[in-house]
């Protein structure tokens, strides 16, 4: 009879509410600020996405969100609807997930860099099982993990100089910089052995972390320091490749060079050390901490690192 009373209930209020497809689209673009990189979150076609939005708004009865060129953002009536509609996803989440631990199993979806899981966190991994044997972990190693926080992700490893501070976060790892170059650059009577002669090269940026090289310069005393030029790269393995086709420094972090091995590259300045401004985080939503997994999985890793 129950069963008979909620398939009824959920008909007649399905009848006054749009596609789940449409809120999940709109939640997207909310938090992403773009079509293009919603759509890619999405798996979908950029009209396809757009189609939804025009859906949802044609089903309110009025525009959510102020387009501009090259942008996308709510308005006023648009940042309402994201607030009433953030509850409701967070209490069906938590209704599946009552659901799916009625077999014993805790299971956390968590976006991590892919570097940082390889490296570490995997290897910890059966260390984990032996103390919370019921915890599983779907991990996610796309791009926006802060901005699906709640949205298909329960917690998040990110890579980031602050938080957000809406969000609870916990600070669990931080690199040092490392400048690495092809090793004809140190020999022979030009070598480049002193920072103030990166003047006379290209330095080479990750596109996120584009701070580096402002930090590297800062703590060798050059806060003014002009290279020749500056590229940036998205991918840290294609500075190495450029940094060992003598294209110019790269400035990394040293978690990068853990599990990789080039005789064309040295490390340049192997003498300074500097921290980098970007921090590994644990990050998710507050109320993501009334979750057994999420709490049990903040605990395990922040013990961790307390312990390396």
């Known amino acids: 009879m129950i069963a008979v009373y909620a398939i009824v209930l959920y008909e007649e209020v ?3 509410l749009p596609s789940l497809a449409a809120i999940e689209a709109f939640v997207q673009v909310a938090r992403l600020g773009s079509i293009k990189a919603a759509a890619e ?28 060129h090259q942008s996308i953002r709510l308005n006023d009536d648009g940042e309402e609807l994201m607030a009433l509609v953030v509850q409701p996803i967070e209490m069906l989440g938590d209704a599946i997930e009552t659901m799916t631990s009625r077999d014993h199993v805790m299971r956390l979806r968590l976006g991590v860099p892919s570097l940082f ?14 103390v919370h044997p019921q915890l599983h972990i779907d991990l996610d190693t796309a791009a ?44 022979g009577p030009h070598a480049i052995t002193r920072p103030e002669q990166v003047a006379e090269m290209t330095v080479m940026i990750h596109r996120e972390l584009e701070e580096t090289f402002d930090a590297w310069r800062e703590a060798v005393g050059l806060p003014d ?20 086709q003598g294209m110019g420094i790269a400035f990394l972090h040293q978690n990068l060079l853990a599990d990789y091995s080039d005789e064309r590259l040295v490390r340049m300045f192997a ?13 998710c939503r507050p109320r993501a901490l009334e979750s057994q997994p999420v709490r049990l999985f903040r605990d395990w890793l922040v013990n961790l690192y307390e312990a390396d």
């Open 14 to 16: 399905m009848r006054r």
């Open 41 to 68: 979150e999405l798996s979908l076609s950029s009209p396809a996405l757009s189609r939804r939005i025009q859906s949802l708004e044609a089903f309110v009865g009025r525009p959510l969100f102020e387009r501009g």
């Open 117 to 130: 899981a390889s490296q570490r966190l995997i290897p910890h991994f059966p260390a984990m099982r032996k």
């Open 144 to 187: 926006h993990a802060l901005s699906r926080l709640g949205d298909g992700l329960d917690c998040a490893i990110a890579l980031a100089g602050e938080l957000d501070p809406a969000l609870f976060g916990v600070r669990i790892y931080r690199d040092n910089i490392y400048t690495v170059g092809a090793r004809r650059l140190v020999q």
């Open 225 to 244: 320091l002009e290279p020749a030029a500056i590229d940036y790269y998205d991918s840290g393995q294609l500075m190495l490749e450029a940094a060992a």
């Open 271 to 283: 003498d300074i050390e500097v921290r980098s401004p970007y921090s590994y985080w644990f990050a």
